[in-house]
């Protein structure tokens, strides 16, 4: 007869609904109004999508194209490509990163805590604040390890071997970060074992194999240096560094993370030394790199390698707290863990914005317009977001595109094309330019050591007279390989400067951008001049007086940070009416 569930496991089930339902929304708006990122939602959407249309087969330009870290986008293949669009990914890490609290709350169980505890722990779980910024930074493959690994841990505690088999390997096969977890797993089940007099042969033996074969045929496929390249992170660090130097560069914000990532469950995984050895890779690569994402304690994947621990080692530490002084007592400490957990969330998560504010950041102060990405306000529909869905769909699907980080819609079904380099190459057949996004301008940093340029590119594609305008609509421009009659919608762009400064005989007028086009310009003068970066220089233009005698400038690429000297006299509204792209 099936046992009825109880108020507790209710109570978890709604939590889990809340959890998914939140984050889907969060997610879905991100990805809705362009705030989601090719880096990563895209690059995993394609390399899924892939996985069935040739992306397995080697060529000259990608002769080992199997992604052999992290399989698991294999296991996810068959059912992302019954309707391959990055929202279904979204919407599924936002189920699947809660269903982790199930196993916990099982597991927690298992260690001889009542419904009521196990509830509390696995509540933590949910509103453990590193675990939001998985969430909020898109899609990892990563991030399917938690709930993978919790119920490895579920299935080790209540020693069912074939789930723990399978878990094991499928939570291997997530991040090549996960074997080195899975060997420290395997010396924790070997200590844990001896002291409670279990076997811990199938729980040692199994998950070090499957990192071991992880390694091997990373190895095999990309050749040894693969791995050496990757412990040394790219110019980062190195394990090595760890010796002479065990804090490394940024050695306080180091500190900073372990003690915001720790404050939640109050350090209480420190009460179980033996299960938190499954920290000790984590912690050994945010010793040896300055790879800040590593160490950032949210907005960032990472906390998915962590979390999971983290929190099944506080619940083995509030068991042996209870064992010392009775679950009556103890219980106590785990309403001071949730009370904290939830305070934390509010002011650390992407949905408390206190803590993320200061990773808000636009190209330039002046650039007024530029949208930072990296907060829940500044994910509300805009006034452009119509006119960019309908470019999105003017692009054929298999063709190769330049693309800004904001454009994850366009990486799925096509070819990409990323401005990684200051020098542009033309290998491209359409590209959409976002001016008031941050990541078209040059210099937008997507994660440290990986820069683009994308202002660069595009104005460069413009002026070969190679491309020409698709669409231009309220400043967004579509462009594609080849000569066109016109674009198929234009929608002019009218310009209110701003006046900034005056001197003898002059006044400056500002504002963030002008796309390419023919502007007149109202309360003008034949003596203005037009000063603006193009992304390689600052470009200077002079007018000339149109077919109605009117001032026109003619603006052949973007331009950025666009400052109007004009003759001064007295405060003088100016606008710039675009009337041709």
């Known amino acids: 007869m099936a046992r009825r569930l109880g108020y507790q496991e209710w109570i978890l089930i709604a939590e889990i609904a809340v959890y998914s339902a939140v984050w889907s929304y969060i997610s879905l708006m991100r990805y809705l109004h362009f705030g989601a990122a090719v880096f990563d939602l895209g690059v995993a959407s394609a390399t899924i999508y892939k996985a069935f249309h040739g992306g397995i087969i080697g060529t000259a330009a990608d002769p080992r194209p199997i992604q052999v870290q992290k399989l698991i ?40 805590m009542e419904k009521t505890e196990a509830l509390l722990i696995a509540s933590s779980y949910l509103l453990y604040f590193p675990l939001a910024g998985v969430n909020w930074f898109d899609f990892h493959f990563m991030a399917l390890f938690p709930t993978f690994f919790l119920l490895c841990l579920y299935a080790y505690v209540s020693d069912r071997k074939a789930l723990f088999g399978v878990t094991a390997v499928l939570a291997t096969i997530t991040d090549l970060m996960v074997p080195l977890i899975m060997f420290a797993f395997a010396v924790y089940a070997v200590i844990e074992g001896r002291y409670r007099g279990k076997r811990c042969i199938p729980y040692t033996v199994l998950p070090a194999s499957a990192g071991a074969l992880v390694f091997l045929a990373v190895s095999l496929y990309f050749g040894p240096g693969y791995l050496l390249n990757w412990l040394h992170l790219g110019g980062h660090g190195s394990i090595l560094s760890m010796v002479s130097d065990p804090g490394g560069p940024l050695l306080t914000r180091k500190v900073m993370w372990f003690i915001l990532m720790s404050i939640p469950p109050l ?40 979390s999971p621990v983290i929190i099944y080692s506080a619940a083995k530490g509030y068991a042996f707290l ?70 999105v769909r003017m692009v054929p699907p298999g063709t190769t595109v330049l693309l800004q980080n904001d454009e994850p819609q366009l990486a799925t079904v096509n070819n990409v094309v990323m401005p990684w380099s200051p020098v542009p190459e033309l290998d491209f057949n359409y590209s959409l330019a976002n001016p008031y996004s941050k990541w078209f301008y040059p210099g937008a940093v997507i994660s440290p050591g990986a820069v683009t340029y994308f202002q660069t590119w595009f104005n460069y594609a413009l002026l070969s007279g190679e491309y020409s305008i ?22 002019p762009v009218n310009v209110q400067l701003e006046p900034v400064s005056s001197g003898t005989g002059y006044c400056n007028y500002t504002t963030g951008f002008l796309p390419p086009g023919t502007y007149v310009v109202v309360n003008g003068s034949i003596n203005d001049t037009l000063r603006g970066s193009d992304g390689i220089s600052d470009l200077v233009l002079r007018p000339h007086l149109g077919s109605q005698g009117q001032v026109e400038f003619v603006v052949p690429v973007y331009l950025a940070d666009v400052t109007l000297s004009a003759p001064y006299s007295g405060h003088v509204d100016v606008v710039l009416r675009e009337v041709s792209p």
Do not use: C
Not at 470 to 491: M, R, Y
């Open 322 to 391: 209870r064992s010392k002084i009775g679950s009556g007592r103890a219980k106590y400490a785990l309403f001071a863990v949730l009370a904290v957990s939830l305070i934390t969330y509010s002011l650390f998560s992407p949905v408390g914005e206190a803590f993320t504010y200061q990773y808000t950041y636009g190209h330039d102060p002046n650039l007024s317009n530029v949208i930072p990405p990296y907060t829940l306000s500044q994910m509300e529909p805009k006034q452009y977001d119509t006119y960019m869905w309908a470019m």
């Open 73 to 112: 986008y294999l296991v996810l293949a068959p059912f992302y490509d019954i309707d391959p669009r990055p929202e279904f990914l979204l919407v599924f890490q936002s189920i699947w990163i809660p269903l982790g609290a199930v196993p916990l709350f099982l597991a927690s169980r298992k260690l001889g």
């Open 470 to 491: 698709v669409s231009e609509e309220d400043g967004l421009t579509l462009i594609s390989l080849g000569q066109h009659s016109g674009p198929v919608a234009f929608s």
């Open 267 to 306: 350090f209480m995984y420190l009460l179980s030394p033996r299960s938190a050895i499954m920290f000790i890779p984590y912690v050994l690569f945010v010793a040896a790199y300055s790879y800040t994402p590593y160490f950032t304690v949210t907005l960032y994947q990472y906390p998915a390698l962590y």
